[in-house]
């Protein structure tokens, strides 16, 4: 397939329905619309990592902007099958750049949800680099689709995407 340039919507394939799985909203996390990725993320049992990271980075108001975005969000499942210590490296202010440029290859401008399906051959992060997508976003599955937000979606992941500089 051709590689699609991102426009402010892009579609994509999405592991998890296509293996069957049902979307869900993360655990204790309400399923509405009226919060910011962010605000979603913070309640939930499942993105303590995440969050952490977001805010080590100074990414808060980005998650909390107007959007749409499509967060491609690892679990604390996924951040744990890291090496030992590659979080905790992280998230010291030195390695700043480094992890803002990790969780931006986990961000795609647009709100891209599984009811617009479209078989690509990859998307654009909003740090540039390619996200290849086949039925799996890079090498990660889509554990829960579709958790709605305020300004965007949420597909979590179980692997934690790697650009190729880190």
């Not at 204790?28 to 990725?37: F, G, L, M």
Request: proline share 6%; hydrophobic share 45%; aromatic share 4%.
């Amino acid at each position: 397939m051709q590689l699609r340039t991102i426009t402010p919507f892009v579609l994509f394939l999405c592991a998890g329905l296509l293996l069957g799985a049902t979307p869900t909203a993360p655990s204790e996390a309400p399923a509405t619309s009226e919060q910011s990725i962010l605000e979603i993320a913070q309640q939930s049992d499942d993105f303590h990592t995440l969050v952490a990271a977001v805010k080590a980075a100074g990414l808060e108001h980005t998650l909390q902007g107007d959007g749409p975005y499509t967060l491609f969000a690892p679990t604390d499942e996924a951040f744990d099958k890291l090496p030992d210590g590659t979080v905790d490296r992280l998230l010291q202010p030195e390695n700043r750049d480094q992890l803002r440029s990790l969780l931006t290859y986990h961000v795609v401008a647009g709100e891209i949800t599984s009811e617009n399906l479209l078989a690509a051959s990859g998307i654009f992060s909003a740090s540039g680099k390619r996200l290849p997508l086949s039925l799996r976003v890079g090498n990660a599955n889509v554990v829960q689709a579709d958790i709605e937000a305020q300004n965007g979606v949420i597909h979590a992941i179980d692997t934690v995407l790697m650009p190729e500089a880190l």
